[in-house]
């Protein structure tokens, strides 16, 4: 057997970045940056008001209340027209240019009016409700660097200085297999001997949350010819791709045997428990996840290999490959046996008094995908007899 961490790094050395792309920005949350994004403008490009109300020369409400003269109204969206003299106000729409002679903005809710002139009830300082020109960005500001992840509101400052496009990592396209003749895809009544076909389709809906473009290539039968030109296509139109199954040590299947004889792939045990049995390779060039084939190991096995792997190609920052530890506390004892490895346990956590308390989730064995569907956490538990109730524990948040 590997430690977790050695296979974690050969995993990684056989992911290459993603060539970046330039995407509408309307394509690119959750993509991550490849260039410096420089403010080419002003946000705001001019001084406008903050509030519906009457754009004013503050000395002349330094006594307030006062009664002025309304010069004109200005709405948002539009040049203003009139200037602000001496015992004037000019009635204005929140987001509308302030108009010369004006220094301050009163909110409507201070103010009455009667015909032409208004009254305003208190005095309001210079810059009162005024957002300045280049009060969040100006022009030749960095607004943010190669690395960031683009959230809703990335997308909203981006549009907000004009640029419509940005250079990304893409989403890494991947491919998920299935193969075997006890496979069934469907609610039809199993026959002796077969499965339904879960893995593909847990591997896909994890590739999405993980922010990858799944690809399903569907399940096939236990054929090599098959088998070779199903992998074949998947990595000519793929980025990466998986496979669950046939990975155990003794295990022989056709998709073994054709990776070994079109790919460079290591056959790995890691100390771990579950998802001890690892293949990973690459296949002209597109990196390849031979995953365990019990449905709980190769969730697991995703969570601990494909996904770092994944967003390293997608160009996701170093230290968020991996989901950092959370140090909480065992609310349940955790059980295990001693055997050399580090178990994955899977719990469910709740916050309280300020720290993660776990407990176990159900059955642990790796065929049991209720306990995982019911997990939020893997609890990493050392070698030896379990951990008991009080004692720390490193969890891995999953949701």
């Known amino acids: 057997m590997i430690p977790l961490s050695e296979a974690q790094e050969r995993v990684l050395a056989g992911c290459e970045v993603l060539t970046e792309v330039v995407v509408p920005v309307d394509h690119a949350r959750g993509l991550v940056t490849t260039e410096t994004v420089v ?3 002003l946000v705001p490009p001019f001084d406008n008001t903050a509030m519906d109300g009457f754009a004013v020369r503050s000395a002349d409400v330094d006594h307030a209340p006062v009664t002025l003269a309304i010069a004109g109204t200005i709405a948002a969206g539009a040049a203003p027209d009139v200037t602000v003299g001496v015992g004037q106000a000019a009635r204005i729409m929140t987001g509308a240019v302030i108009p010369p002679g004006a220094d301050a903005v009163v909110m409507v809710e201070l103010t009455s009016t009667d015909g032409d002139e208004v009254t305003v009830a208190e005095s309001v300082p210079a810059g009162n409700h005024i957002r300045r020109a280049g009060e969040d960005l100006t022009v030749g500001q960095t607004v943010f660097g190669p690395g960031e992840v683009l959230t809703p509101g990335h997308l909203g400052v981006l549009t907000s200085l004009g640029i419509y496009e940005v250079k990304v990592r893409p989403k890494a396209r991947v ?147 991996h989901r950092p530890p959370v140090i909480g506390r065992v609310a349940e004892r955790l059980r295990r046996r001693p055997d050399g490895k580090t178990h994955f346990a899977r719990v469910r956590v709740e916050y309280a008094d300020g720290e993660f308390l776990a407990r176990s989730a159900g059955g642990q064995g790796s065929h049991q995908l209720s306990a995982m569907a019911a997990a939020d956490a893997l609890a990493m538990l050392p070698d030896g007899e379990g951990l008991a109730v009080g004692d720390a524990v490193s969890l891995l948040i999953l949701r």
């Open 39 to 41: 403010a080419p403008e």
């Open 175 to 321: 491919g998920v297999m299935s193969t075997g003749d006890e496979l069934v895809e469907g609610p039809q009544p199993l026959e002796v001997g077969q499965i339904r076909d879960s893995n593909r389709h847990t591997l896909l809906a994890l590739l999405a949350e993980a922010g990858c473009e799944p690809v399903d290539l569907g399940s096939l039968a236990d054929d090599e010819a098959e088998i070779a030109a199903g992998i074949r296509d998947g990595v000519e139109k793929c980025d990466a791709l998986l496979t669950s199954g046939g990975v155990s040590m003794g295990d022989y299947d056709y998709v073994k045997k054709v990776l070994d004889e079109i790919g460079d792939m290591s056959w790995m045990q890691v100390a771990i428990k579950p998802a001890k049995p690892l293949a990973f390779g690459v296949v002209e060039g597109i990196p390849v996840f031979g995953l365990p084939g019990n449905p709980v190991s190769s969730m697991v096995s995703f969570e601990l290999f494909a996904r770092p792997g994944l967003r390293k190609m997608m160009g996701h920052p170093a230290e968020t490959w």
